[in-house]
């Protein structure tokens, strides 16, 4: 892992009088894994959005690939390009099939002939274990097969870095493993990923690193092993002992 393909600084995040996110520091080196757990509300979800600017920052940068693109008049849309994102929540046009849930952002923004867009989202359809479900809208599909339908559509545009929102909340557990799957996959590849997660296994097996934040914080960090079996902070362990038990 050489360099920061991400990085925060002291970034603080505020909507209203609530401060979400309290000055921030935290660099995610190229093709490393970090992990982030925390308690609801704590501002794990809006650090993920403040790293591709779907919210903009209160105070503070936001460096992709060393370029601050935070700074006024940064390309928002080339920025994202560079980002992807899974959420929780699915997000598939339900009009749409699988491969056209794919190929409709490349084809729309980057101008990709069609037959081009589909060849490389038929080879990602593979690669998420959905080759025969092409032709399939999301309606046809499960919410495991869903989900795994959005990483591959976020890895149309080639991003730089991958963030995954809990995107295993919203499923039954017999389909969780299929998209841990995906992301072991990718982890593998060599992909950056920052990713929140509940799904502690998933943090031990692949983190190379786990962040716990709360309350707008990062209250601690370290390798998963080390923080999951002997955190160092009170708060830390108080968690621990509810998700873990």
């Given at each position: 892992m050489t360099g920061g393909a991400i990085e925060l600084r002291g970034v603080h995040k505020a909507f209203?009088?609530?401060?979400?996110?309290?000055?921030?520091?935290?660099?995610?080196?190229?093709?490393?894994?970090?992990?982030?757990?925390?308690?609801?509300?704590?501002?794990?979800?809006?650090?993920?959005?403040?790293?591709?600017?779907?919210?903009?920052?209160?105070?503070?940068?936001?460096?992709?690939?060393?370029?601050?693109?935070?700074?006024?008049?940064?390309?928002?849309?080339?920025?994202?390009r560079r980002i992807g994102m899974v959420f929780q929540q699915f997000n598939l046009f339900p009009h749409l099939s699988a491969l056209d849930n794919l190929t409709l952002a490349p084809r729309k923004l980057l101008r990709?002939?069609?037959?081009?867009?589909?060849?490389?989202?038929?080879?990602?359809?593979?690669?998420?274990?959905?080759?025969?479900?092409?032709?399939?809208?999301p309606r046809q599909l499960s919410g495991g097969q869903q989900q795994r339908v959005a990483i591959a559509r976020a890895l149309m545009m080639d991003p730089h870095v991958m963030l995954f929102d809990e995107v295993t909340s919203a499923l039954d557990p017999e389909l969780v493993s299929e998209v841990l799957d995906v992301m072991r996959d990718l982890a593998g590849s060599g992909m950056t990923m920052l990713c929140v997660t509940h799904e502690m296994g998933f943090a031990r097996e692949l983190g190379d690193r786990l962040v716990f934040v709360d309350g707008g914080v990062i209250a601690e960090q370290g390798p998963p092993a080390t923080v999951l079996?002997?955190?160092?902070?009170?708060?830390?362990?108080?968690?621990?002992?509810?998700?873990l038990r």
């Amino acid at each position: 892992m050489t360099g920061g393909a991400i990085e925060l600084r002291g970034v603080h995040k505020a909507f209203g009088d609530v401060e979400v996110l309290r000055g921030v520091d935290l660099t995610v080196a190229t093709g490393e894994v970090l992990v982030v757990i925390g308690p609801s509300g704590g501002g794990k979800s809006t650090l993920l959005r403040c790293v591709n600017l779907l919210e903009p920052v209160t105070s503070g940068q936001v460096l992709l690939d060393g370029e601050d693109i935070t700074a006024p008049g940064v390309d928002l849309d080339q920025v994202r390009r560079r980002i992807g994102m899974v959420f929780q929540q699915f997000n598939l046009f339900p009009h749409l099939s699988a491969l056209d849930n794919l190929t409709l952002a490349p084809r729309k923004l980057l101008r990709t002939a069609r037959a081009d867009a589909e060849q490389r989202a038929h080879t990602l359809l593979e690669r998420v274990g959905l080759a025969d479900k092409a032709a399939n809208y999301p309606r046809q599909l499960s919410g495991g097969q869903q989900q795994r339908v959005a990483i591959a559509r976020a890895l149309m545009m080639d991003p730089h870095v991958m963030l995954f929102d809990e995107v295993t909340s919203a499923l039954d557990p017999e389909l969780v493993s299929e998209v841990l799957d995906v992301m072991r996959d990718l982890a593998g590849s060599g992909m950056t990923m920052l990713c929140v997660t509940h799904e502690m296994g998933f943090a031990r097996e692949l983190g190379d690193r786990l962040v716990f934040v709360d309350g707008g914080v990062i209250a601690e960090q370290g390798p998963p092993a080390t923080v999951l079996d002997e955190p160092r902070h009170d708060r830390t362990r108080q968690f621990l002992r509810k998700v873990l038990r």
